[in-house]
């Protein structure tokens, strides 16, 4: 969430804070707020460094304001999750609505929360959850409430879909009598997102690309929470009378994540956001798709993506995600993880002399002069454009000159491109010493965050963490061991 920064004014009646008669701690509230909202809109930091220490900032407002917002979180706190009568009012509920869960139940699993688990063998492609529209948590819910007419006149309610949906789960929840009161109340009390992270865990990734993901989503969310507490305290609309003494930091963070971890987009009549209730209680694993959206009978409908045995947990692949989106969106690491890559920034420098005519001739191939190229893991990390970008970089300028003019081009990003000797040998030692310096910025060895995780001495948050900066050293370690087979030739 969080991609667009632009702030938005609706045409409302604003109150000022001598208006409202706020006590003491509700004008230290505001103007906490006010602050947030400046350091959070502040451009993107030009290092890591400075973003963190933006974060610090971030992270210290954010605290205090937790604490002054105390009493607002305890009147939307939910009965523990995994006891037997929210699950059962859950499963009541979905099945009087006409849901399927066939052959299985919800149960906890450990280093998992709650799960889906196989009753009796079930074989693949076999049909296991079905869950009718109706049911479902949606945009388009949101623009049939209270909140249409903010979405029409908001700008990043009508343009952030899984914000609405946000805004929308914050307003059915507060409502208590929400026809989805049984599902809300079996949703996780609180989530393991960057947003739950403390500046010391996310210190962790320090020397990590994933950090600077995790602080834009971070820094992200705190701007659109200071904007709608703003936007609700000062408007005299249905949906800011309510959301005013009930909306806080933590109840948009438990919402944003909510979203974050569980949204997808159900094509009725145009692709839109949706929560998928039961659905959503399953884990993820290597596989395929299996989940797909049956218009004749008006459902979601999940098939078995292997073969599971009884008492087994049932899994879904989520997609072909990396771990570092898994890790800032939905909050795990799956060290298994078929799809997971690294990220590797390159670019050519303005001051390189041959700036234009590298410029030039990747334009021809459709790369960028500045590019986040994946490795990927497995027994072929380099994929084409990188290997191209590479090639390019290290030509001297007649090779540039031949290959700009070349109707082969293309070839570049062939791995047995006809090329001279000396560029292609150029070219993989740039890129491994380029590896050699990324395994070096980390402050561990890969050998110390294996020790460290075996002990598993660490909150929970600060594990993943680390979890996440071993598997991009394990792509790196691998992938050095490729292209040194390389320059060995």
Avoid at 313 to 336: C, K, M, P
Avoid at 358 to 379: E, Q, V
């Amino acid at each position: 969430m969080g991609r667009k920064n632009k702030v938005s004014k609706i045409s409302q009646p604003v109150k000022s804070k001598t208006q409202r008669n706020l006590t003491p701690s509700q004008l230290e509230l505001e103007e906490l707020i006010d602050k947030l909202l400046r350091i959070s809109t502040l451009p993107q930091q030009p290092t890591v460094q400075k973003s963190l220490e933006n974060q610090k900032e971030i992270s210290n407002i954010t605290e205090r304001v937790k604490k002054l917002e105390v009493d607002k979180d305890a009147k939307s706190s939910v009965d523990n999750r995994a006891i037997g009568a929210t699950v059962g009012n859950f499963m009541k509920w979905a099945s009087e609505n006409g849901a399927q869960l066939n052959g299985c139940s919800i149960e906890e699993f450990e280093g998992y929360g709650l799960g889906v688990k196989a009753n009796v063998d079930i074989a693949e492609s076999s049909l296991v959850i079905a869950v009718p529209r109706k049911l479902m948590m949606s945009v388009e819910n949101a623009k049939e409430s209270i909140l249409k007419d903010l979405i029409e006149k908001d700008k990043i309610l009508g343009s952030m879909p899984n914000v609405t949906l946000a805004i929308f789960l914050l307003l059915e929840k507060f409502k208590g009598d929400s026809f989805w009161k049984p599902y809300i109340d079996i949703l996780p009390k609180k989530y393991t997102t960057v947003l739950y992270f403390s500046i010391d865990e996310l210190e962790e990734l320090r020397g990590s690309p994933t950090l600077e993901i995790a602080l834009k989503q971070i820094k992200s969310i705190s701007r659109q929470y200071a904007y709608f507490y703003k936007l609700f305290a000062t408007s005299d609309d249905p949906v800011s009378k309510i959301m005013r003494t009930r909306f806080s930091y933590t109840e948009y963070c438990w919402a944003v994540s909510t979203v974050m971890t569980r949204q997808n987009t159900i094509p009725f009549q145009e692709n839109y956001y949706a929560l998928i209730p039961l659905w959503d209680m399953c884990n993820h694993t290597n596989g395929t798709i299996s989940t797909a959206y049956n218009p004749v009978l008006d459902r979601s409908e999940c098939l078995a993506v292997k073969n599971f045995k009884a008492g087994e947990q049932l899994f879904i692949f989520y997609g072909s995600r990396s771990n570092a989106d898994l890790f800032v969106h939905n909050g795990f690491v799956f060290e298994n993880n078929d799809y997971d890559c690294y990220w590797i920034r390159l670019g050519i420098s303005k001051s390189d002399p041959l700036q234009q005519k590298r410029n030039h001739l990747l334009s021809k191939l459709s790369i960028s002069s500045t590019c986040d190229f994946s490795i990927r893991k497995g027994a072929k990390p380099i994929d084409g454009q990188l290997l191209a970008f590479l090639r390019v970089f290290n030509m001297n300028e007649e090779q540039l000159d031949h290959w700009i003019n070349s109707d082969k081009s293309a070839d570049l990003g062939y791995i047995d491109c006809a090329l001279d000797t000396a560029l292609e040998a150029k070219s993989w030692r740039f890129l491994h010493a380029r590896l050699k310096l990324l395994l070096s910025t980390y402050k561990t060895t890969l050998e110390e965050d294996e020790k460290f995780i075996s002990e598993a001495q660490a909150t929970p948050n600060r594990l993943m963490a680390i979890k996440m900066r071993t598997t991009e050293k394990r792509i790196i370690r691998e992938t050095l061991e490729y292209v040194e087979q390389y320059i060995q030739h």
